[in-house]
């Protein structure tokens, strides 16, 4: 296997965990020296979970308005062309509870669709460097399609062209590591959405519905509760399907809907050309 990157993408509930759970497996079994990263890891190699990004006027009053949590903050800023990047997450036990609210407010997640995108880029970039000297081979679950999709469709309902070409330049900065992407399909998107939410914490749902329907695509138009989350949820099945047909990588679609495990793991050797 050549590949360094397998990006695993799929709908909520479509099995995107299980199924990179099921690639790091077949990839140990084959002795290939693989990392996994799920959704929500902190110390994501290619993107920023729980980070603030502030300029140096904002970092200044910070320092001066929480002067209790001064050394903490310094001992973890990273000055990043101009811009001041805070851990806050990572750090969270450090810091006070009116801290990490004031510090999510400036959430790399939380900034300018184009901000956002410069800085994203910019990290999968400088990984794609780092990754492309190592003798191993990543495996990221959702970060590639469904970051920029939940940024430019869920939060701020951008022009489509924009949110294509945001998971492009992702694309273009990892093309050295000769990336895979495996996108987990789903036939009744209604049927495996009312499942997680039924597996799933209750605080989950609540806010999975809340962001969906409260901002972006969904409040323009008028959507609210959870059948109004599965029309967000089409519009962005719809768009993730234009995206995955436009890149130009590798790539295959594997279907998940028998939520069959054995079965599911033999399709996905054969689809990802594994068996090679």
Not at 135 to 140: E, P, S
Not at 146 to 174: D, F, H, R, W
Not at 191 to 207: H, I, L, N
Request: net charge negative; charged share 25%.
């Amino acid at each position: 296997m050549k590949t360094k990157l397998i990006l695993v993408e799929g709908l909520p509930g479509s099995g995107k965990s299980t199924t990179a759970k099921l690639v790091h497996e077949i990839l140990t079994e084959r002795k290939i020296n693989a990392e996994l990263f799920f959704e929500g890891n902190l110390d994501h190699p290619a993107d920023y979970d729980g980070v603030a990004c502030l300029a140096a006027s904002q970092l200044e009053h910070l320092l001066s308005s929480s002067s209790d949590y001064k050394e903490v903050l310094l001992a973890n800023v990273i000055e990043k062309n101009g811009s001041y990047l805070i851990p806050y997450q990572k750090n969270s036990k450090k810091l006070s509870e009116e801290l990490i609210h004031t510090l999510s407010k400036f959430d790399i997640y939380e900034l300018p669709l184009e901000r956002n995108i410069e800085l994203i880029t910019e990290r999968w970039f400088e990984f794609a460097k780092a990754a492309a000297a190592e003798q191993k081979t990543y495996i990221f679950e959702c970060c590639f399609i469904q970051n920029p999709v939940t940024m430019g469709l869920v939060k701020y309902n951008a022009p489509k062209y924009q949110i294509i070409e945001y998971v492009q330049k992702l694309a273009a900065s990892v093309k050295q590591l000769n990336p895979i992407l495996i996108y987990v399909d789903q036939d009744h998107i209604d049927y495996s959405f009312r499942k997680a939410v039924m597996e799933r914490p209750e605080d989950w749902s609540k806010g999975f519905i809340s962001y969906y329907t409260e901002q972006g695509y969904g409040k323009d138009h008028n959507l609210a509760g959870l059948e109004g989350t599965l029309q967000v949820l089409k519009a962005r099945q719809s768009l993730e399907k234009e995206i995955f047909d436009a890149l130009q990588i590798k790539k295959t679609i594997v279907n998940n809907s028998s939520f069959d495990l054995d079965n599911f793991k033999l399709k996905l050797q054969s689809a990802a050309g594994f068996t090679d």
